[in-house]
């Protein structure tokens, strides 16, 4: 069995205090920090650039940071965030005009490649791909916003994706992300998943820890 990630979207953290919050959430438990990146173009929101990256790297150089991007076009912040200490790159097929170019670029520039599949993206985008991912983020809502409700239909698109993954390449994760929360995220790992990002689940609880403790209790029940 593959460990289970849990990724902390800073999307809900107190911004204020992003780099206090980062290692908190970090210190409580969590495996990696999820970087929710919007341009009010692809998604009617606007949040962070490759300096907010830069940061959270030069302060926690051994976090790995995931870059979700939410941008069109993604060719450029590609490059500055792989440049801005980022591990791994995800964007959305309808963002790019040549996806396989953008998945070698990631690659080339030493970060994992991922897509990520909105709730009505077919899951024929991935056809032919498979060499060139390290990762699927699986959305379980549209993407743009925090503390939405997890759309249940997506549960039978992870399994779907899981069964193509056991056919063409295993090794690839399958994340998932949107509306997670403590009463849900068993059922989203019996669908497959093997990493979960969560925002509002995480940073709107009053003890990060404990709230940790009771995600990891889920997933080992
Ligand atoms: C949505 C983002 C998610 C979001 C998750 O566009 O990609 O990462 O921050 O937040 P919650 O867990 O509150 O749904
Ligand atoms: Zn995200």
């Known amino acids: 069995m593959r460990n289970?990630?849990?990724?902390?979207?800073?999307?809900?953290?107190?911004?204020?205090?992003?780099?206090?919050?980062?290692?908190?959430?970090?210190?409580?438990?969590?495996?990696?920090?999820?970087?929710?990146?919007?341009?009010?173009?692809?998604?009617?929101?606007?949040?962070?650039?490759p300096l907010v990256c830069e940061a959270l790297h030069k302060h926690l150089p051994k976090t790995f940071l995931d870059v979700h991007l939410m941008v069109n076009p993604v060719d450029h912040l590609i490059n500055a965030f792989a440049k801005a200490g980022a591990d791994q790159i995800i964007f959305h097929p309808e963002a790019s005009s040549d996806v396989l170019k953008n998945l070698k670029q990631i690659r080339h520039l030493g970060c994992k490649a991922g897509l990520a599949i909105n709730p009505q993206?077919?899951?024929?985008?991935?056809?032919?791909?498979?060499?060139h991912l390290d990762f699927i983020l699986m959305m379980s809502v549209?993407?743009?916003?925090?503390?939405?409700?997890?759309?249940?239909?997506?549960?039978?698109?992870?399994?779907?994706?899981?069964?193509?993954?056991?056919?063409?390449?295993?090794s690839i994760r399958l994340g998932v992300d949107g509306g997670i929360k403590k009463n849900n995220i068993r059922e989203i790992a019996k669908m497959g998943a093997d990493t979960f990002i969560l925002g509002s689940g995480i940073f709107h609880t009053e003890n990060y820890a404990f709230t940790l403790t009771e995600l990891r209790s889920q997933l080992t029940l």
């Open 121 to 131: 993206t077919s899951l024929n985008c991935l056809n032919n791909l498979w060499d």
């Open 4 to 49: 289970l990630i849990i990724s902390a979207s800073i999307l809900s953290a107190d911004m204020g205090c992003l780099a206090k919050e980062s290692s908190a959430v970090l210190q409580a438990g969590a495996d990696s920090l999820h970087i929710d990146v919007m341009d009010n173009h692809f998604v009617p929101n606007l949040t962070f650039g």
């Open 142 to 170: 549209n993407p743009g916003f925090a503390e939405q409700h997890f759309i249940p239909e997506v549960l039978n698109k992870i399994s779907a994706t899981k069964q193509l993954l056991s056919t063409h390449k295993p």
